[in-house]
């Protein structure tokens, strides 16, 4: 079941957003450092509590997943006015990945989009992140601006 996250689900969510940033700092060691857990908990409590954003979960008796959604309005002179669901964060739990959890959350959250008068679903992904982009690349996303980067 797909649902909206409130702050009892702050331990759990604790666990997989730590799972998630671990998992950063071991394809990209270079960008990423592992704070403390307090950290993990102090931010999603930011979440949790922010009208801003949105966390859905997907709860089986227990929380495998979970997405965090911005709901934002694109309204300047240069641009056609837009609304889109940005994708902040989108996690799966490393034993439940490749069982369809990931794929009806993602489509909780572009329904969630739809709902809210969005015209498209964006998020940003590190590009060494290869089973995610594998991912989103089913799910139907292409990329809309690339970021480069060189080292030196």
């Known amino acids: 079941m797909i649902r909206i996250a409130d702050i009892s ?9 730590t799972e998630l ?30 009208s801003g954003q949105t966390t859905l979960v997907y709860d089986s008796g227990e929380i495998n997943a979970y997405a965090v959604v911005k709901i934002m309005d694109v309204n300047t002179v240069e641009k056609i006015p837009r609304r889109m669901c940005y994708i902040d964060c989108f996690a799966v ?3 439940c990945r490749r069982r369809g959890i990931g794929t009806e959350l993602f489509n909780a959250v572009k329904a969630f989009g739809r709902e809210n008068g969005c015209t498209s679903v964006q998020l940003g992904v590190c590009a ?6 594998r991912f989103y690349e089913k799910m139907g996303l292409v990329p809309r601006t690339i970021q480069m980067e060189k080292r030196i």
């Open 9 to 17: 689900d702050l331990e759990r969510l604790t666990e997989l957003f």
């Open 21 to 50: 940033h671990r998992h950063h700092v071991e394809i990209k060691p270079e960008t990423f450092i592992m704070p403390g857990r307090e950290w993990f908990s102090e931010k999603l409590s930011e979440i949790l509590n922010d």
């Open 93 to 95: 739990s490393e034993g």
């Open 128 to 133: 060494s992140n290869t089973d995610a982009v």
